[in-house]
């Protein structure tokens, strides 16, 4: 895919979303202490962290008493690269026991998000985010299902850090709003007001009391993230109909209309043509597509 004008910087963001330079600004984008080894943990691709998660079920040393006034937190494997560095080879955290602490506050202090939770058992029974623990209580945190109910529209709002990934979501026609210098608050608040999954690296956005819809984006490398947010969420898949710079929808234009933005190169070789309905971006299915191509053959 080529944009015009062919020189300007939003064209080089915009025309090669696959380039070595648009993967920078994943860098960083791990704002917890445990970054390297997340990093490790998130380059497996997810139904291999999957599957080494069921394998090692049960294999934990489950069998020590928890002493008086702790209780103890066993987490499952899919989520202990969250954990502090010395609880993530059991998976297992004690902690002082707090009579007035939430289960979910209780989960939260541990480093995992709510967002990546899923069943919540104590003794073999279900417990919500509300309930309190008892002394001595064991806690199993379990994983989040997948794929998960978007329980609202397949709407998506990312965090400043994951510029890569929004481009190659609107390459897939999902709903993405993005902007690079977006900070917590207005993101929380977009989330809200329009009614969108916020994505992100950030642990300490995700555990915002005030978001509805949020989720953990696994992997450093934005097609790992990709797969990650495809197989958790499965949204609706619309290849090409999305401007990969705005996000905005894309309709068929004339060559007449675009004949004086266009290089002679590409006025000889291309006849069909699309226009971003926002931004003005126009857009051809040139040499450029096969790499974008592949992503979309890969998700769809
Ligand atoms: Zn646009």
Known sequence: MTHIPENSKRENQAGAPLASSDLADESGAVVDPHSADDARASKMPSEAIHAAAYAAEGAGSAQTPVTPGSVRLRIHPALRFLLPRRARDNGEVDLAHDPSATVGHVVQSVGVPLTEVGDLVVAEVAVSLRSRLQEQDRLDVGVRAR???????ARFVLDVHLGALARRLRLLGVDTAYEKFADDDHLVEQ??????????????????????????????????????????????????????????????????????????????????????????????????????????????
Not at 216 to 243: N, T
Not at 251 to 272: F, M
Not at 273 to 292: E, K
Request: a positive charge.
């Open 147 to 153: 794929p998960q109910p978007l329980e609202g529209p």
């Open 191 to 300: 989330a809200g007001r329009q009614d969108r999954v916020l994505l992100s690296r950030d642990r300490g956005l995700l555990m915002r009391r005030a978001l509805r819809r949020a989720a953990f984006v696994r992997g450093q490398d934005p097609d790992d993230q990709l797969a990650d947010v495809i197989e958790r969420f499965q949204p609706p898949l619309q290849p090409w109909s999305l401007c990969l710079v705005c996000g905005g929808s894309l309709a068929p234009v004339s060559k007449a209309l675009v004949a004086n933005q266009l290089e002679p190169g590409t006025l000889r070789t291309q006849q069909e043509f699309s226009r971003c309905q926002a931004c003005g971006h126009v857009y051809w299915h040139g040499a450029h597509d096969v790499r974008l191509q592949q992503v979309i053959r890969r998700h769809t």
